[in-house]
């Protein structure tokens, strides 16, 4: 059993940044495919970022390339996604969630087998 602990969300205005992390227990989750999904008011939970067991392979929504980027702790089971250039409509909770094939960066939900809690972040106008 692998458990997610979500850090580092909070108000921030528009053009601010954010730093979010996530801490995974369980000795196996170094090996793991870790990402970070989203859920507006009212809207799906959407794919933002994922990033494969070793940290070679990364993935990101087009909403977001050139202005976040996830990367994994030196023992690779912490997680950070750093948020630069925030928008309002990047208002959500923030999840981080993850997958035992840590292989390759999945993107769609039903790909992960763990998920935290949850983190939010507002980004004023």
């Known amino acids: 059993q692998v458990q997610l602990v979500e850090s580092g969300g909070g108000l921030v205005q528009a053009g601010g940044s954010l730093r979010l992390s996530c801490a995974a227990s369980?000795?196996?989750?170094?090996?793991?495919?870790m990402g970070w999904f989203r859920q507006a008011p009212g809207k799906e939970r959407d794919f933002v970022a994922g990033i494969n067991w070793s940290g070679g392979s990364t993935y990101y929504a087009d909403s977001v390339k050139g202005r976040f980027a996830i990367s994994r702790g030196f023992a690779k089971n912490t997680v950070y996604l750093q948020m630069n250039s925030l928008k309002p409509e990047d208002t959500a909770i923030y999840y981080c969630?993850?997958?035992?094939?840590?292989?390759?960066?999945?993107?769609?939900?039903?790909?992960?087998?763990?998920w935290g809690q949850g983190t939010q972040v507002t980004v004023s106008s």
């Open positions: 369980g000795s196996t989750s170094s090996t793991y495919t």
């Open positions: 969630a993850a997958a035992r094939n840590g292989l390759v960066v999945g993107r769609r939900r039903g790909e992960y087998d763990y």
